[in-house]
C-alpha cells in the first residue's frame, strides 16, 4: 500500500509540475515534442519533453529539454511561429553537435536563456518579447537531426529540417 501511495504521489507531482497556469504571472511554461507537429510530419518515434522555468524578476529563462528514441541530433532551438507554420530561430538549446552521432535518450540539454542569448528577430530585445511570444502561444521548440550521410533529409535520424516539434505553453 505504501508503494502504491509514493507512486501516486509521484504522479500527482509530476502532474502539478507540469501544470500550467493561465494567468499572466505565469513562470513556468513546457512543450511535448513530437514527429506529427513537425512542418511537415513525419514517421519518427521520438519524443520529447521541453520545460521552462521563467525567474521571477524576469530575465531568465531556465530550462530541461528531454528526448527518447531520436538519433543524430545536431541542434534544437526555440522558434516564432504559431502551431502549423515554421519560424526562425530565436535562442539556441542544444548543439551544434556533430552529424552521426547516433542515439539520445534522456537529458539533451540543460541551460538558462537571458536576453543576450535572444538571435534572429528577437535579437537586441528584452526576454520579455521572447516571454510576451510564448504566452501568445506563438514559440515551438525543434530538434534537428543529421546523419551525416548525403543526401540530407532520408527519415529519423536525419531530418535536417526538424524532426521533432512542439508548441511552448
Known amino acids: 500500500m505504501r508503494k502504491l501511495f509514493s507512486v501516486l504521489a509521484l504522479g500527482v507531482t509530476l502532474v502539478a509540475l507540469a ?13 511535448h515534442l513530437h514527429a506529427r507537429d513537425e512542418v ?3 514517421e519518427s518515434l521520438a519524443q520529447g519533453q521541453a520545460i521552462f522555468h521563467l525567474s521571477g524578476d524576469g ?3 531556465d530550462y530541461k ?4 528514441n531520436i538519433d543524430n541530433v545536431v541542434f534544437a532551438h526555440i522558434h516564432v511561429a504559431p502551431a502549423g507554420v515554421n519560424g526562425p530561430v530565436v535562442a ?5 553537435a556533430a552529424a552521426g552521432s547516433g542515439r ?21 530585445q528584452s526576454l520579455t518579447a521572447l516571454v510576451d511570444a ?3 502561444g506563438n514559440t515551438y521548440v525543434n530538434v534537428h537531426t543529421d546523419d551525416g550521410v548525403a543526401p540530407a533529409g ?16
Open 92 to 96: 539556441f538549446l542544444y548543439g551544434p
Open 59 to 61: 530575465t531568465q529563462l
Open 154 to 169: 532520408t527519415g529519423p535520424g536525419d531530418l535536417p529540417a526538424g524532426e521533432i516539434r512542439g508548441q511552448i505553453r
Open 134 to 136: 510564448i504566452r501568445a
Open 19 to 31: 501544470a500550467i497556469p493561465a494567468d499572466a504571472g505565469d513562470t513556468n511554461s513546457r512543450a
Open 40 to 42: 511537415p510530419p513525419n
Open 104 to 124: 539520445s535518450s534522456g537529458v539533451l540539454a540543460q541551460g538558462t536563456i537571458t536576453a543576450d542569448d535572444l538571435i534572429g528577430p528577437l535579437t537586441g
Open 65 to 68: 529539454l528531454i528526448a527518447a
